[in-house]
């Protein structure tokens, strides 16, 4: 059987904890893993703070699903993106977000981090070229 | 009569702390927890209002919210009082009235 390939674009705009938008959203990309699509995720605005390192919830009695984040490779995840405007009006830089490492089981082929800081441009296209955005 | 204002959004993604900063009397006490707590750290976009308002009001973070983010006390800004659940408790009994800008 053929199968239709269709590229997924989860875009992320919520903070994480306040809500329970960034916790669905991680749920519904794991879930999509098994359905062999091309998956990108997005972090704009509030977003981004989905990916700040070193996030310790054991203070306020709510599940840490960070490290979740780094496990994205390896459910067929390729590429994340992250704002870079959103970034900088938060006092943020890329040291401050996890690393994602990622790995093609079959041609062994690795990355060290797939998670790349870009340019409003580049979210514009982003979405402009995907066949299916799912926001949250 | 003395009130805590409390506020837990994003100063980003709402106008929740502006509205709050606006309208606190000179004096008062302001509590920022949950999403309000990014309001607190140096280098962004809201950094300017929040130094302000340090000011004319007294300004505290819910520690356990910062962490759960993943901000050290480091990050914070210079003159923000950084409590617990215990000084969240004692700030609403010391003051007569909360004020919850949700």
Redesign the interface.
């Known amino acids: 059987m053929t199968e239709i390939v269709k590229k997924f674009l989860y875009l992320n705009r919520k903070a994480p904890y306040g809500t329970i938008y960034a916790w669905e959203s991680l749920e519904v990309v794991l879930i999509g893993a098994a359905f062999d699509q091309e998956v990108r995720l997005l972090f704009v605005d509030d977003g981004v703070y989905q990916l700040t390192k070193g996030q310790d919830t054991s203070g306020i009695g709510m599940k840490n699903f960070s490290p979740t984040y780094r496990t994205l490779g390896d459910y067929e995840v390729k590429s994340i993106y992250v704002h870079r405007e959103s970034l900088e009006s938060r006092g943020l830089t890329q040291d401050d977000l996890v690393q994602i490492a990622w790995e093609d089981w079959e041609s062994g082929e690795e990355k060290e981090n797939i998670v790349e800081v870009v340019d409003a441009a580049d979210v514009t296209e982003l979405m402009e070229g995907s066949d299916v955005i799912f926001s949250f | 009569m003395s009130i805590l204002h409390t506020v837990?959004?994003?100063p980003?993604?709402r106008n929740a702390l502006e509205s709050c900063l606006r309208f606190a009397a000179k004096g008062a006490s302001v509590l920022l927890f949950?999403?309000g707590v990014?309001a607190v750290?140096?280098?962004?976009?809201a950094?300017g209002q929040v130094k302000a308002a340090l000011e004319d009001l007294d300004v505290y973070v819910l520690?356990?919210?910062l962490?759960?983010?993943?901000?050290?006390e480091g990050?914070v800004i210079e003159g923000i009082k950084i409590v617990?659940y215990a000084g969240f408790v004692d700030l609403a009994a010391e003051n007569d009235k909360v004020q919850a800008w949700l």
């Open positions: 837990n959004k994003s980003f993604e949950e999403d990014y750290v140096k280098g962004t976009s950094e520690g356990p919210d962490k759960a983010r993943g901000f050290s990050r617990d």
